[in-house]
């Protein structure tokens, strides 16, 4: 009877941790993009997302880099089914090499947001599929656009979330970010940081470093956040609820 008992706990075991593996890679994902400068200083982008994905339960990678890059200034934030973002990235990046072969010039920013909105719209019932592209180009200087599930295209002159973890940064982001001044480009690095640091503390889906890439006039800066430095980050914030 133990013996039957054990065999039957054994199998369980085996035929859960098959099914968890044999779940879609997800990344479930706190993402996001902000804007900073304009007016009469130079604008750019800052981008940043979480590193972990996970097939259901079980974490499957803990540093990946959702941060991709499309063409020269212009970079793409994934969230979703793994192999459906990476897949539309790819077929963009391909789309945006023959665009420029045949304009004889650089792909701007919302040509790029475009290709990816079409990909994402014409297969919406077929992708999981959420993401940001953000960049810099001589036409518009930073630009950020929003590319939700079902491939609606929204441009920001601020930021844009995607994600699991976005939903518990909404308040931080809408309380936080300026309204009366275009942030600097510090201060949308600080801003960036702290949003993905908090969602990564609260979203189950969400965790491991953060990555962020800083485009402007210079080019393509990248920046990567150990997972240390997200626990004393929050060991050093003021208590609540007391």
Known sequence: FFSRTRESHLFSSVIMAYTQLSTPVSLGTTIMACKFGGGDG????????????????????????????????I??????????????????RNGIRQHCSMQQRPCTVFTAA???QQIAYNNKSRLSAGMIVAGYDSEKGGSVYGIPLGGTLAPTESYAIG????????AYCEKFFPTDAPLTREGA????????MLATMRDGSSGGCVRMMIVDSAGSEKRFYRGNERDAYEESRPATNQ
């Open 189 to 196: 690095i600080e801003f960036c940081r702290k949003a993905v």
């Open 75 to 92: 970079w793409i934030c994934r969230s979703g089914s793994a192999a459906d973002t990476q897949a539309v990235t790819e077929y963009v």
């Open 114 to 116: 475009q290709l990816c």
């Open 163 to 170: 994600g699991s973890g976005s939903t518990y940064i909404y």
């Open 42 to 73: 130079d604008s750019g982008v800052v981008l940043c997302a979480d590193s972990r994905t996970s097939t259901g339960a079980y974490i499957a990678n803990k540093v990946a880099d959702k941060i991709s890059q499309l063409a020269e200034d």
